[in-house]
């Protein structure tokens, strides 16, 4: 994938701090969301956002602001930092602090086969059809966390299309989580949906000392070189980079539940660019689109949308 700063990002950059809403910022009147409305930024929380911009290309104001203040507010007290700028000093001069906020803005829980009878409607409502139409499906997992998602779809298509080569992309903006989606490395917890046959096939399991994870946390099973070879992973902020084209499916889940609604439609929106006419994209189960028409979107079964324009 080859991504450059939109022009987006330079739109999007830090409209509230100059007084503007999202949607004003690119010309729309509609009023925001009660909850961003209620927040009243501090002047360091501002001014932090503002250089957290510069440095990150990472735009706050484009999460919902009440929640991502109260996660963030908590990082400057245990940092035992008297305010906003003072946490800004220290993160921008400690490599392990900066990772530190990054882990706290970006909320990485996810599993293999999430909502499992979503994945059985993907296998067989979306996937199959495709499959029928075309031999080589483009597909991308945007914020895709430590793999889980792009790993299940590798796997289904591999079911599905045995030897088949499709392109895969998988996506995330923090860089450290990518690492850990590269190994493939995951928890008991995490396979949770997947019966003994798929897990068997796909997976070896390793002795717990071989894996990252801590004393007593149980078994771990790691994707199989050939199936992690499936999927290509990069860094990609949502909200400031270039998107690719022509993909036939994007999934996107429990991504946008932290994007103020204003972010959220202007995603939307080029989410359906993205596409193929035809393409599918999938949002997680609390991620309903509304005004789907709108976007260029019709509703095919809950939580899957096909570009229709
Ligand atoms: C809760 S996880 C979702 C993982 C997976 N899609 C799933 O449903 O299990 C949310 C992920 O979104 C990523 N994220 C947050 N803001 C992002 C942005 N602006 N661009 C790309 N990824 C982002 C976070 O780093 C995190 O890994």
Redesign the pocket.
């Known amino acids: 994938m080859s991504y450059q700063k939109s022009d987006l990002g330079a739109v999007l950059e830090n409209p509230r701090v100059s007084g503007l809403s999202i949607k004003q910022a690119i010309g729309d009147k509609s009023t925001p969301t009660p909850s961003d409305q209620d927040f009243v930024d501090t002047p360091d929380y501002a001014e932090f956002k503002k250089q957290m911009f510069k440095k990150s290309g ?1 735009n706050l104001n484009l999460y919902k602001q009440p929640q991502m203040h109260r996660r963030l507010l908590g990082m400057v007290e245990r940092a035992n930092k008297k305010n906003f700028i003072e946490y800004f000093q220290m993160v921008d001069t400690d490599e392990k602090e900066y990772a530190a906020f990054l882990d706290r803005m ?6 293999l086969f ?1 909502n499992p009878e979503k994945w059985v409607e993907m296998r067989e409502k979306i996937l199959k059809p495709m499959l029928e139409k075309k031999s080589s499906l483009k597909i991308w ?5 430590y793999g ?2 792009p790993y299940t779809l590798a796997i289904l298509l591999e079911q599905l299309s045995p030897g088949r080569k499709h392109t895969l992309h998988a ?4 860089q450290k ?1 990518l690492a850990k989606a590269k190994e493939g490395k995951f928890s008991d917890a995490d396979v949770k949906n997947i019966d003994a046959a798929t897990l068997a096939k796909n997976f070896i399991k390793l002795e717990p000392s071989a894996g990252s994870f801590p004393a007593g946390f149980g078994a771990v099973h790691q994707v199989k070189p050939e199936i992690r070879a499936k999927v290509s992973f990069r860094a ?4 400031a980079d270039a998107f690719e084209s022509d993909y036939d499916l994007i ?5 946008v539940i ?1 994007f103020t609604d204003d972010a959220k439609d202007i995603l939307y929106g080029r989410f359906c660019k993205a596409l193929n006419p035809g393409g599918v994209l999938f949002v ?1 189960g609390t991620e309903r689109i509304f005004d789907a028409r709108a976007k260029g979107f019709e509703s095919l079964i809950p939580f899957f949308y096909e570009r229709i324009s």
């Open positions: 990472i970006t909320i990485n829980v996810s599993e999430r997992s945007a914020g895709c966390s889980a998602e996506s995330d903006l923090d989580i990609h902020n949502l909200l999934c996107c889940r429990n991504v932290y997680g």
